[in-house]
């Protein structure tokens, strides 16, 4: 093992963990160290264990990993639960948020309702974007909608689900900073 590079001792490892078909399998770290044609290979095999009815637990820090293989997860900073469920209710902890950019006055969509929030991204930009939080019922197209008939020209118009790692730095914020880059 000593002899291997990290990515091979890696799969090495996992391997071994899991050959005998085990009904629960904990992984700590594992795709420290593997190429991304590797990830995926791991990725694949935590997907078949988990279709097989095997229990995988695994820590990481890269939430891409865990929002692809994760049916429910536990969001731990500095060693206290600041999250535990499902990825849907993870990211239904961050308010739904369209982004837009325009030249023009966008006042008038303060009326629609289901607008909670506008507010500028770069403040000290002129580049007159801008982030509209809204409700669960509102639908972002009435946004889009809005801005054609009122004659708003949009320079972009933007509206995604955020991710886990979105709601991760929600969650923790710059409670999870150990100290500041210069």
């Known amino acids: 093992m000593e002899a291997l590079s990290k990515g091979m ?11 005998h078909e085990p009904e629960l399998v904990i992984l700590d770290e594992p795709f420290t160290g593997l190429d ?4 995926t290979v791991l990725e694949e095999l935590i997907s078949d264990m988990a279709a097989n009815g095997q229990t995988v637990i695994f820590s990481t820090h890269v939430m891409q990993h865990a929002e692809r293989l994760c049916d429910n997860i536990l969001l731990i ?14 990211k239904a902890t961050i ?12 006042d008038q969509l303060r009326t629609i309702d289901g607008v909670k929030e ?20 509102l639908n972002p197209q009435d946004i ?3 801005c054609f008939e009122r004659g708003i020209r949009l320079n972009r118009f933007e509206f995604t689900e955020p991710s886990l790692h979105d709601v991760f730095v929600h969650l923790v914020g710059d409670d999870a900073r150990e100290h500041e880059f210069r």
């Open 118 to 137: 506008i507010e500028a991204l770069d403040k000290e930009s002129s580049a007159n974007q801008w982030q509209i939080q809204i409700s669960e019922q």
């Open 95 to 106: 308010p739904r948020r369209v982004i837009i950019e325009t030249t023009a006055s966008i």
């Open 144 to 146: 889009l909608r809005t």
């Open 77 to 90: 900073a500095k060693g206290i639960k600041i999250f535990d469920g499902s990825i849907a209710e993870a």
């Open 9 to 19: 001792s890696q799969k090495v490892q996992v391997l071994s963990a899991v050959a």
């Open 36 to 39: 991304p044609v590797n990830q």
